[in-house]
């Protein structure tokens, strides 16, 4: 097989704009430097839903990009390490588990903040990437947000 013909190292990323996910992303550009590898940045969204609602006609454009500003800010502030890693970013539509779990099927490693935006601050690791950790199909590397 010819260098060219390798598949290259990928490397996936959860970010939901969180300290903990920019970290995991920056943590992740550095790893796939060192290695050789690119960085596949995911974000996911819901449609917002409630018994009797069927949401704004916009809503689904609305969250779309809701998800991709927050992930093109996060994507921004890392491509600053002068780090010379290719950063795909994409926006996923469902639950951020399914979307990084999908995007991790072939990839050489999963990185994930160890908190998001959830509702238990005090726990060590947040659901998701609770979840990442017992069923992803490659390594997974949780990174923590130091907030002193």
């Known amino acids: 097989m010819q260098e060219q013909d390798a598949v290259p190292r990928r490397i996936v990323v959860g970010v ?6 920019v970290e995991a992303l920056r943590w992740a550009v550095g790893q796939a430097h060192a290695v050789g590898a690119d960085v596949e940045a995911v974000t996911s969204w819901l449609h917002p839903s409630a018994p009797g609602w069927s949401g704004h006609p916009d ?8 998800a991709r500003r927050t ?3 996060a994507v ?13 970013a994409r926006v996923v539509r469902g639950g951020a588990v399914a979307a ?10 999963l990185v994930v903040g160890s908190r998001g935006f959830g509702g238990f601050t005090g726990a060590l690791l947040g ?4 979840h990442c950790v017992q069923h992803a ?7 923590r947000h130091d907030d002193r």
């Open 16 to 21: 939901d704009g969180s300290p903990s996910s």
């Open 127 to 130: 659901s998701v990437g609770q």
């Open 71 to 73: 992930l093109d800010n």
């Open 137 to 143: 199909p490659c390594p997974v590397v949780v990174v």
């Open 100 to 109: 990084l779990l999908a995007a991790a099927r072939g990839a050489d490693l």
């Open 59 to 66: 809503s689904e454009e609305f969250g779309a990009g809701v």
């Open 76 to 88: 921004a502030e890392v491509s600053g390490s002068g780090l010379p890693v290719r950063i795909a």
